[in-house]
């Protein structure tokens, strides 16, 4: 069995066969999936997901394009809804200097702002981090020890990997690992421990090599922990057996 450790079941690609999408992701052997929060509207969706669907868990949070609507009434708002069942996370949370979608200055308010929200609800986070790995990590370097989480769709260096997981982070890969020419993310998932990685599939986007082109689903996780199973030498059932008792003990899956 599977865990899909980042997904966006409430994306509204997904409205017109979310109920088929579910099934097929059982059907596929994935038991369990963490529907992301992006936004408030989005975090929301996702809690009424979680709370209609038994296998699907929330987290909320906002993202860092949208960082500079953070502000005291957002936070309290996700606070409440933090505290609600199933939720099981802050997140996704963090830095992305690529779109520059929101001024750096305001996503590393917003990013300060959430960890120290996850820190006082005593609930792990979940990470984005696109060409920002020098301040994710100065800024986390902060709350080592006070905080655990994952850095999703992990695309730094295997040294940075040892940095993260030293601190008690675990790292998770999606599709683009299976992308023929994603060389460096390759040696990363390679090189990493077992005990410290989770897979997803960051769905409806970053579809598997196999199915490119087609919108992602939590169905293709497979091909997901294939490759790892490649990469570390070792067999599916391996790879799935670890990345779900890691997923388990981040999120406290029930």
């Not at 850095?151 to 940075?160: I, K, N, Q, V, Y």
């Amino acid at each position: 069995m599977l865990v899909d450790s980042h997904a966006h079941l409430q994306w509204e690609s997904l409205d017109r066969d979310r109920e088929a999408v579910i099934k097929r992701a059982i059907k596929a052997g994935v038991e369990k999936i963490v529907t992301i929060g992006f936004d408030l509207p989005g975090s929301r969706k996702g809690v009424r997901l979680a709370r209609k669907y038994h296998n699907v868990y929330a987290t909320v949070g906002i993202h860092p394009h949208k960082a500079s609507q953070v502000n005291d009434d957002v936070l309290n708002k996700l606070k409440r809804m933090a505290e609600r069942p199933k939720v099981v996370a802050i997140g996704e949370i963090g830095l992305d200097y690529y779109r520059h979608l929101s001024s750096k200055q305001a996503q590393q308010r917003a990013f300060r702002a959430q960890l120290l929200l996850a820190e006082e609800l005593q609930l792990p986070v979940v990470i984005h981090d696109r060409e920002a790995h020098v301040d994710i990590l100065r800024i986390l370097s902060r709350f080592t020890s006070r905080l655990k989480g994952v850095l999703h769709c992990f695309s730094g260096s295997p040294d940075m990997a040892v940095q993260c997981t030293d601190s008690g982070f675990y790292v998770s890969f999606a599709g683009t690992v299976t992308f023929p020419n994603a060389r460096k993310l390759h040696e990363t998932a390679a090189s990493v421990s077992l005990d410290k990685i989770l897979v997803e599939t960051d769905c409806p986007w970053l579809a598997p090599q196999d199915v490119r082109g087609k919108r992602n689903e939590p169905a293709f996780l497979k091909h997901t922990v294939e490759k790892i199973a490649h990469l570390q030498e070792t067999s599916f059932e391996t790879v799935a057996m670890k990345t779900t008792k890691n997923a388990h003990e981040v999120f406290a899956l029930l």
